[in-house]
């Protein structure tokens, strides 16, 4: 090929980097990693295609769950418009600084629902219902939560709204990391007492026990009291109760009462 030859130039060249790109380390460097990381994942190839594939649909990804978010922030707007002073105020700074904490969780969070809690959130941001609230706070709030989180919190909101023999919540086992969460962000509050339980135990041993098997018994009516006497109450705290409000759809064009 001559070296005067521009076409040829521009046709090696594409042709060297189509033998690139399906080379697993060139790919991967393309696609954003380092060269040397590239080339460490390259001698594991199922993980290296896996990544691969990953960082390909990456993107596409991104837009489908922006335009999701998008959509519902739209929708919200529309359905709460004469609850948004200032339509200006979604392209303030403070608008964006929100905006911004969604999108740092977009490529993490794939559940529909979450996405639509983003958007409705965002809308919210603008209502005249939570001018005075942190709505920052909110967000970040949101962004940490999982969807088993957000709707272990709406059950518990839920509750309180049952006649006071249903309000009783149990959780099962698995439930218990997600309680724990809500209660460390504020949103429920847990309330620690003791039932009252009758324990009936004789000052001494009658005629009939021997002092063991009085020790054995005393030993076991403290057991039981100490198992049944202890509860804990959840209930949904005013904090909670807001940031439902701010994450959810106002589908009944209702005002959102302010706490």
Known sequence: ????DPVGVV????KEDKEAESYLPDRLARLGLSAGVAAAFAQMP???????????????????????????????????EDRIPDMNYYESEEF???????????????????LKMFGDALANSGSSDFKEDDTE???????????EDLKLLKAISAAKKLPEPYRSL????????????LVGF?????????????LSVPVTPTSSQSPERYARGLADAFSKYFEKAPFTTRSIS???ERFLDFISADESGDTVSAS
Do not use: C, W
């Open 1 to 4: 090929m001559a070296i005067d």
């Open 11 to 14: 046709i090696q060249r594409a």
């Open 46 to 80: 199922f993980v290296a295609q896996m990544l691969t594939s990953l960082l390909s649909n990456s993107p596409a990804r991104f837009e489908e769950r922006f335009l999701q978010v998008a959509t519902e922030l739209h929708a919200q707007q529309k359905r709460i």
């Open 96 to 114: 964006h600084s929100l905006l911004t904490l969604i999108l740092e969780r977009l490529h993490a969070t794939h559940q529909k629902e979450k």
């Open 137 to 147: 706070q909110y967000v970040r709030t949101l962004r940490d939560l999982s969807l």
């Open 170 to 181: 149990s959780f099962k086992e698995i439930a218990k990391p997600s309680v724990a969460r």
């Open 186 to 198: 504020g949103l429920i509050r847990e309330v620690h007492g003791l039932r009252k339980f009758d």
């Open 238 to 240: 005013d904090f909670g």
